[in-house]
């Protein structure tokens, strides 16, 4: 890390800013017993009481003014001093629910909860968040912070509406010019980061098409709706038809997690369902996919007297980072981690609710390291993920740099109106 500020990353006027590598490494110690707590005790999507008072007791012991969100989450700003000339604001955004999975890896601070586990890293993103809070609280205690600061810490990522629309329905980003997150990366090693321009993940929508027929007796299928024949029409064609009637460099992908019906060898059932994640790269092909699924069942299912109903949850448009942000974001990832540090990376067909935050206002989500270097890949969304604890200060590092530049407001809020006007 490095210790001095870089002339990007810092104010750029008044008051010479603290070495921020110093600060992150006074606040690593509660980060991290932070994050251990957090870990130890996970919440599902809106219930995540008890990490949103820890994060509240924390950033209020900073000094700072927390405001509860609606259910779950909080705001908090971290002000400039007296005389600031910028009155805009640039926000970070961490989430902080965990999944129904139940926890594998066996480690000291392990899941205390039964079936549910932080398994995709939202208790680091909760730590990061909080880190930051801490850190540019002393920099605006120097004096030398010029903008304000607001820390989002966010409710429901994981569940489809996700907690981004609430964030953003309470008004939270009505008044910000810019907005960035993170989000951990357990194929790169910690001390580094993974960065792109544009789409970096992928829409993301829940698929359920239940079937319903009179059922009957398996000797008979032609009297009674062969369903389960028919079901499995569904499960096998869907995808392929959906291949061949969007354009590929869409990249539409629709792949089933359930599959139920019946339960008797010798009965035809009278329901059964399918139910899956419909992914897309690209945002115009998803926003019409929905309506293609409908007909496309509709047609599958017609020749076996069965009935079908479609329902397509609408999840999140894929996260389309700007050009600027990302530029910002990089920036200061060299300026305190080095130039090794920062890494190309691909768009992912992963779902991430940040993605609505950028239909309102522009920023960007950078991938942070989290495999020990030399060590096994721990994938998301698996009970056995295990993050290297020393993420944390490169996180907080890159996340807290990025917030103090000037260069990371992007422009004035004359054309951050503008641009939420014509989103």
């Known amino acids: 890390m490095s210790s001095e500020s870089s002339p990007g990353s810092g104010t750029g006027r008044g008051t010479a800013r603290p070495p921020l590598a110093a600060l992150v490494e006074r606040h690593l110690p509660a980060v991290r017993a932070l994050r251990r707590d957090v870990h130890a ?36 700003d971290v002000l400039p001093g007296p005389g600031a000339a910028d009155d805009r604001v640039v926000a970070l955004r961490g989430d902080c629910d965990a999944l129904p999975l139940r926890e594998t890896t066996g480690l000291p601070h392990a899941s205390t909860v039964d079936g549910v586990a932080h398994a995709c890293g939202h208790d680091v993103h909760t730590a990061v968040l909080a880190g930051c809070g801490l850190v540019l609280a002393d920099v605006a205690r120097a004096g030398a912070l010029r903008h304000t600061v607001r820390l989002v810490l966010q409710p429901a990522e994981e569940v489809m509406p996700g907690g981004a629309l609430d964030v953003v329905g309470a008004g939270v980003v009505d008044d910000v010019s810019a907005i960035y997150g993170l989000h951990c990366d357990p194929s790169l090693d910690v001390g580094t980061v993974g960065l792109k321009a544009g789409p970096i993940t992928s829409a993301s929508d829940h ?19 062969d369903l389960v024949f028919a079901l499995g029409q569904v499960v096998t064609q869907l995808p392929a038809v959906l291949a061949r009637r969007v354009d590929p460099r869409a990249g539409v992908n629709l ?155 992007l422009g004035d809020v004359t054309t951050t109106m503008a641009q939420r006007s014509s989103n």
């Not at 009957?216 to 299928?221: A, E, K, M």
Request: charge should be negative; proline fraction near 7%; aromatic fraction near 4%.
């Open 255 to 409: 792949t089933w997690g359930s599959v139920h019906a019946g339960g008797a060898p010798n009965a035809v059932p009278s329901e059964g369902l399918a139910a899956g994640t419909l992914r897309c790269m690209e945002t115009e092909a998803w926003q019409h996919a929905g309506e293609l699924v409908e007909d496309v069942v509709a047609d599958l299912v017609r020749p076996y007297a069965v009935r079908a109903e479609v329902t397509l949850v609408r999840g999140v448009p894929p996260v389309d980072n700007d050009v600027r942000a990302t530029a910002a974001l990089e920036q200061a990832a060299r300026a305190e981690l080095g130039d090794d540090a920062v890494l190309p990376t691909r768009q992912s067909l992963g779902g991430e609710d940040f993605a609505w935050y950028l239909h309102h206002v522009p920023g960007a989500m950078v991938r942070l390291g989290t495999r020990t270097p030399g060590g096994p890949t721990y994938d998301l969304h698996r009970g056995d993920y295990a993050p290297d604890e020393d993420c944390l200060g490169p996180g907080v590092l890159v996340m807290a740099a990025t917030a103090c530049s000037e260069r990371a407001l």
């Open 41 to 76: 005790h996970p919440e599902l999507s809106r219930a995540e009481h008890r990490t949103t008072d820890a994060v509240a007791r924390l950033l209020e012991g900073a000094g700072l003014a927390v405001r509860r969100l609606p259910g779950t989450g909080l705001v908090a």
């Open 207 to 225: 698929v359920t098409v239940r079937l319903f027929g009179p059922g009957g007796h398996t000797s008979r299928p032609h009297l009674a709706g």
